[in-house]
């Protein structure tokens, strides 16, 4: 099944920029087509933004009135975009409600990209707005709406099986939309754009292009995820794709946002989605989806991974194991007195799991009552916040407190790390916490969640595909993803 083509999205304040921006994103393994962005050039020169060019681009001149920055009038607009036509651009983009029908006629709706932005929401008239856009005869049709939801995303996932065969590119802007640029043939889009945040919710050229394949991912490729609220700091994307590319595999793994488990679902049902990895705050709701779970999953309440199969949904905890792999490296947890910081879905994964191998265990959290549960799972006690110093041989923290962009947040206060042996921070991103740091500082063995993050995603990956990938390309994966993001490791 043929693939999507990529568009790379270039802005610049001057046309020697743009040029130069243009130039860079065509390279070999680049931008199939280049979106020249005329509405920031201050010193326009058409002539020169569309000479010598080695690929195929599209003019546009987005108006302020739609999410641009040419603040010019209509008539200059409309001059721009046809001059650009007849120097030869290979497309011009025109805003449905910009008055364009005399030169969609005069080109009998070559070379056209006929689109329509809001940047509020998913109209509920989406279809109806789609079916006037193409009477026009514009050779493609382009809706880029803000999702919200992975509800928004299904319609537009709907819009475009409904119009198979047609040329048309459906972008669902924001973080929940970002599965209809990962994977625009799926949607039915002839080509997804790609660029540096000019839209909310863009994915940049070279991730596009390397870390999620987009150029070589069809409808027929089987498609996985990870699942959250947020996700786009996840490290699990670069490290499963570079699983499936290694083991020969047409799979792509692209990050989910959901209002809730429902919602999540809904998108992952009518996408035909494999497996997902289920992060906060859906590793306890999303038990309501699935028909069969594991036993530690059955012992926790909380799986942190499912997959399809022709029945329904299936359950797997993978946290446990994987929270323990770098503990037995480093000798176990038998007779440990372990406090377990935090009280969803990984807090219980993380206090069976240590019961399990004979460590005493107590949780401590900001809500008591849930504290209690989770101590109950594990014959465990409900201890205070922050724990006193020296009432522990290993801590763990379990929240999200301390992961980027919040690096200066921790879980509890320094004066609590005294006396303490080892502490296990969940996050990974960044790699040194600011808890790890006090912990290293008052004579703690530390441990990263990065450990965590690799041993329980290969597990994952091997449930998935029967293939087990190497944990060193997993780790490497997400090392390098980190050192792209800024992250310290």
Known sequence: MPCAQLCATVTAETTAELRARRDEASHADGADLVELRLDTVRDLDLEGALAD??????????????????????????????????????????EWRGGFEA?????????????????????DDLDERY????????????????????????????????????????????????????????FGSCWTYAGEGV???????????????????????????????????????PMHNAGFEAAGLDAIYVPFEATGADDLMTLA???????????????????????????????????????????GWVGLNTDGPGFLAPLDARGGVSGLRSTVLGAGGAARAVAVALASRGADVTICARRPERAAVVARLAGGTVGPLPPRPGSWDLLVNTTPLGTAPGVTATPVPAASLCGGRTVYDLVYNPGRTRLLREAAAAGCVTIGGLDMLVAQAVRQFEWWSGTRPSAELFRTAALNALDISGGSV
Not at 65 to 91: K, T, V
Not at 104 to 119: C, K, P, T, W
Not at 205 to 229: F, Q
Request: glycine share 10%; net charge positive.
């Open 53 to 94: 060019r080695t690929r195929p681009v599209l003019v546009t001149c987005r108006p302020v009135w739609e999410g641009g920055r040419f603040r010019g009038s209509e008539a200059e607009r409309h001059d721009i975009l046809h001059r650009a036509l007849l120097l030869g651009a290979d497309w011009v983009d025109l």
């Open 103 to 123: 030169l969609i006629a005069e080109r009998q709706g070559r070379n056209i990209v006929l689109s329509m932005h809001d940047f509020d929401g998913t109209p």
């Open 131 to 186: 079916r006037a856009m193409r009477g026009t005869g514009a050779e493609v049709v382009k809706l880029a709406v803000h999702t919200h939801s992975a509800g928004d995303v299904v319609r537009l996932l709907r819009l475009g099986r409904a119009h198979r065969g047609e040329r048309l590119v459906l972008v669902g802007m924001g973080a929940a939309g970002v599965p209809t640029r990962l994977l625009p043939a799926h």
């Open 199 to 237: 839209a909310p919710g863009q994915v940049c050229l070279s991730e596009m292009v390397h870390r999620y394949r987009v150029k070589r991912t069809s409808a027929s490729t089987v498609v996985y995820g990870v699942a959250g609220a947020p996700i786009g700091h996840s490290l699990s994307p």
């Open 269 to 311: 049902d009518a996408l035909g989605v494999a497996g997902l990895s289920v992060t906060a705050p859906f590793k306890e709701s999303i038990l309501d989806h699935v028909r069969s779970v594991d036993t530690l999953g059955q012992q926790v309440g909380a799986v942190n991974t499912v997959r399809a199969d022709q029945e």
